[in-house]
Nanobody, 124 residues
Framework: VQLQASGGGLVQAGASLRLSCAAS????????LGWFRQAPRKEREFVAA????????YYGDSVKGRYTISRDRAKNTMYLQMNNLKPEDTAVYYC??????????????????WGQGTLVTVSS
């Protein structure tokens, strides 16, 4: 399983970005796919997750209503649409995959596979 995140960049507050996570192998057969972020001197934070079935979506409180997670099985790609970006959204964003269950979907250690991260910088 390999994950490759892309789409980060420098934007102004209020702008939008879409991150992509290209996956190899049987990644989309794993129970959960997720996005996390880590800002300097902060712990890794849960952003969003989607279950294998695609019918269950989860979001961190700080991004709820602004971010949307989705995936395209035909393209083996997961996306994170980020709208109304704020300076506090600045972080390295990581995509992840693993056997997270309902009670652990927000926990980084529940995901075995990680992409390399893509930097999102939001200026005020």
């Amino acid at each position: 399983v390999q994950l490759q995140a892309s789409g980060g960049g420098l934007v102004q507050a209020g702008a939008s970005l879409r991150l992509s996570c290209a996956a190899s192998g049987d990644t989309f057969n794993l129970p959960a796919l997720g996005w996390f972020r880590q800002a300097p001197r902060k712990e890794r934070e849960f952003v969003a997750a989607i279950r294998r079935s695609g019918d269950r979506l989860y979001y961190g409180d700080s991004v709820k209503g602004r971010y949307t997670i989705s995936r395209d099985r035909a393209k083996n790609t997961m996306y994170l649409q980020m709208n109304n970006l704020k300076p506090e959204d600045t972080a390295v964003y990581y995509c992840a995959a693993g056997h997270a269950i309902l009670s652990t979907v927000t926990t980084p250690t529940a995901y075995r596979y990680w992409g390399q991260g893509t930097l999102v910088t939001v200026s005020s």
